[in-house]
């Protein structure tokens, strides 16, 4: 169920048969080569979180969208949040999720440029005490190359036939096919050799490959396989939401470890 379509009334019995589990999908408005919706990342992480809640209860918080995307800030229509403001908003939603009642809180990434930032930001929940805690997964990436699909799986990228398949099966009125390149776009311009071969990256490693965020030749792509790709990541996530919902070792060792870090 989603938290928007609720009424307040309805709310703590939701917050109850759910188990206290809220799934928040990080997501992000960003080009997608030629052919995609810059809302791309927010469809596939909506609909996603709707087929896993439906295997296994859980309470859909409304589309987060201000995660991070420095990266794309020279493409039009991109949502680029100051970093600083990024962590600090995270925080406070989390804190009104479980404010609300909701204790676990699993933050699903369908951007693949928040793994660096959730990784930190889990980090950050050790500073101090907290009476929720925070999941993280990466349903996509988990699942990836699990299927048999009609290209390389390591070729697929950004806007690649992966995502593009998604879309075709999410919304197919907003791919447009006809716009993706038949040329040799979406391969890496292999900018920086030098550096990457003594293992030195620079914040400009991205669109040094990849500047029309276009990574993995989208033509084989088709909404049969999208939907096979939506249902594998979802049974993955949905796998995640029963594991969240017996852990009780996590909250625990939090509590431990908040108490010894506060004797210091
Ligand atoms: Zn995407």
Redesign the pocket.
């Known amino acids: 169920m989603r938290w928007e379509e609720l009424s307040s009334d309805q709310f703590p019995a939701a917050v109850k048969q759910c188990e206290g589990v809220c799934l928040v999908a990080l997501s992000v408005i960003e080009r ?1 080569g030629h052919h995609l919706p810059l809302g ?2 927010m469809y ?1 992480g909506r609909e996603l979180l709707k087929r896993a809640a439906a295997l296994e209860p859980a309470l859909i918080f409304p589309d987060h969208i201000l995660t991070q995307i420095p990266e794309a800030r020279h493409c039009p229509g991109t949502i680029s949040i100051d970093g600083d403001l990024i962590l600090r908003l995270l925080d406070n939603v989390c804190r009104e999720i479980a404010r609300n009642g909701l204790k676990k809180i699993v933050l699903v990434n369908a ?2 440029g928040n793994r660096n930032l959730l990784a930190f930001f889990n980090e950050l929940q050790l500073y101090g005490p907290r009476d929720y805690v925070i999941y993280v997964t990466h349903p996509y990436t988990n699942t990836r190359g699990a299927l048999e699909v009609p290209w390389e799986p390591a070729s697929d990228g ?2 690649g036939p992966g ?1 593009t398949s998604m879309m075709l099966a999410i919304r197919p009125d907003l791919v447009a096919r006809q716009q993706i390149p038949s040329d040799d776009e979406s391969k890496a311009r292999e900018h920086l050799q030098a550096l990457k071969a003594v293992g030195v990256q620079t914040g400009i490693w991205w669109y040094a490959d990849y500047p029309t965020h276009y990574a993995g030749d989208a033509r084989p792509a088709t909404a049969e396989i999208g939907e096979q790709l939506l249902d594998a990541a979802a049974q993955q996530l949905a796998q995640a939401i029963k594991a969240i919902k017996a852990d009780t070792e996590t909250r625990r060792l939090l509590d431990e470890f908040y108490a010894g870090s506060q004797q210091q």
Request: negative net charge; glycine residues 12%; without cysteine.
């Open positions: 997608h791309t990342d596939e951007h693949g950004h806007a995502e």
